[in-house]
């Protein structure tokens, strides 16, 4: 079991570094398939050794090998992030592991939730090319895999993508991107009823406690753009995902 958690980490550890080409070029309109990897300073080419996941970034003390400029810790940070999400994942679809499908497919979500997280934080961009193959897959494994539960998550995506298209709509885009009206059709897909309920709350609790606190430090804005809301809106999705379950009931009990 240890060497399958192992093997488990280094494979997102390795996804984590393909996930940061993602985030980098699917927000600027760049192949990800064409061209290689280069330093966003100097522009040089990096070879094979300088994308060892985390090592390279520990042995050159998260500095270009070619013109010292420092490099970006969210490179380390995906690639953390995304090798302890696929453990936390594993663990958590433990009982499951005879449906291989079912981890395959969590996995290819906790991917896709990384790079919309990243992508929206430093670019302030939902990437279609992230969300509507999401969408896709995911209808495809509830169709095949959750076919009891299809109708309930189809109406969980449409009731969320409603909701926020209500918001996009009366706020006039300013409130709310269009990019999180999309996002939330696919969350509404993933999570299901009640869960999707459960995200939503944690979303607005976190985006409204952060964006309290970055007003009282006056500072309105990350990475050059206005504070955007699809990573909290991850993370709402990955509590759901882990802890759904076990939210809605502590809200029942406090109802009750």
């Known amino acids: 079991m240890t060497m399958i958690i192992v093997f488990i980490f280094l494979l997102g550890l390795v996804i984590g570094s393909f996930l940061n080409v993602l985030v980098d070029r699917l927000p600027k309109g760049e192949s990800v398939i064409k061209g290689k990897s280069y330093c966003d300073n100097c522009k040089k080419n990096l070879k094979w050794y300088d994308l060892i996941p985390l090592l390279s970034f520990t042995s050159l003390k998260g500095k270009c090998r070619y013109c010292s400029s420092l490099l970006s810790l969210y490179y380390p940070i995906v690639e953390l ?35 919309i997280f990243f992508a929206d934080l430093k670019y302030g961009i939902i990437p279609d090319k992230i969300v509507f193959p999401s969408i896709v897959v995911s209808f495809i494994y509830l169709f095949f895999i959750l076919n009891s539960l299809f109708l309930i998550h189809l109406f969980s995506a449409l009731g969320a993508c409603l909701f926020f298209l209500s918001l996009f709509l009366v706020t006039r885009g300013k409130g709310m991107g269009f990019g999180d009206v999309k996002f939330s059709f696919l969350m509404g897909l993933i999570l299901g009823f009640p869960n999707v309920i459960v995200s939503l709350y944690i979303a607005f609790l976190t985006g409204a406690i952060v964006g309290c606190i970055l007003i009282i430090w006056r500072k309105k804005r990350v990475f050059g753009t206005a504070i955007p809301f699809g990573p909290f809106l991850v993370l709402g ?10 939210l809605t009931q502590i809200f029942l009990r406090v109802l009750h």
Do not use: Q
């Open 237 to 246: 999705c990955l509590t759901a995902i882990f802890f759904g379950d076990f």
């Open 81 to 115: 992030a995304t090798g302890l999400i696929f453990v936390a994942t594993a663990l958590f679809f433990l009982n499951n592991f005879e449906l291989i499908v079912t981890l395959i497919y969590y996995l290819f979500i906790m991917s896709s939730l990384i790079v």
